[in-house]
């Protein structure tokens, strides 16, 4: 009886112990969710930087991580991508540049128009102690920059051939939501309305706005160049990235799994910026052999007449953003 009774113990007690260490496994097993959520097309230098991500988190984590990408508005759309970050509803997105503006005047410094003369001059800049800096600057407010994704330099859009700025006059554009490029438009007496990508197309399509200006990229994936009959190849402005997180849930993942992804991002951010103007120049040929747009190119006097239009913007946002940040900025010129 009493050796009956030792034996249904022993018994009880491994059958716990296994449930135990079944329920340990279990919860190891558990892999931690990544949700990338994002408002393009997957064959753009955004699209692309988030399925690497996937991949290599994957790959190098097994069972650890797993990644759920939500491209073209998916998930969360603009306005509401920001939001979902901070409640932790998604942990990774990468807004444009111009979609700061509520968390930091001084990221709106990437929004002024004729500021950079190339993609090359805009690398300097993000990777200088001033760029960097502005990966950090909403710490505060729980998001932390993680890099610095490019797409491209921005060329205007319209159903009317765009020479000079007189072109413009009167004609509703397209904007992001950003108190900088509506003064842009404004400063070429346009009518700037701002609306979020996922209703551009639909805007075009439908004369709501007349025009946009967005990377070839942009334009080509969105089929913008079926509702555009020209596009100025202006290069007027640029329509960059900042991969973000919510810095409670990345300063809370194991160091292990945050070390590694730390290391991808650094890998992703070296091919995206990699790739970046060969995408944008592919969509340019493809628009062209779609033969729905003509694509103009400006004279230098041309050009020199839309800078000139637009340049006085600086002024009026000095003050919020920083001398100092815009002449950090414009030093990477040179
Ligand atoms: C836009 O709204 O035009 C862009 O920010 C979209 C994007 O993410 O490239």
Redesign the pocket.
Known sequence: MRKHSIFKLTAKALACALSLSLAGLAQAAEPIVIKFS???ADH?P?GQGAALFKKLAEERLPGKVRVEVYPNSSLFG?GKEMEALLLGDVQLI???L??FEQYTKQIQVFDLPFLFNDMAAVDRFQQSPAGQALLKSMQAKNITGLAYWH?GLKQLSANKALHEPKDARGLKF?V?ASAVLEEQFKAVRANPRKM??AE?YQGLQTGVVNG????YS?IYSQKMHEVQKFITESNHGV?D?MLITNTQFWNGLPADVRGELDKIVVEVTAEVNKQADALNEGDKQRILAAKTSEIIALTPEQRGQWRDAMQPVWSKFEGEIGADLIEAADAANQ
């Open positions: 994002h408002v393009v753009t955004k603009d990468a807004p444009s111009a979609k797409n397209r992001q979020s990508f551009v946009a200006e967005n990377p942009n329509l990235y």
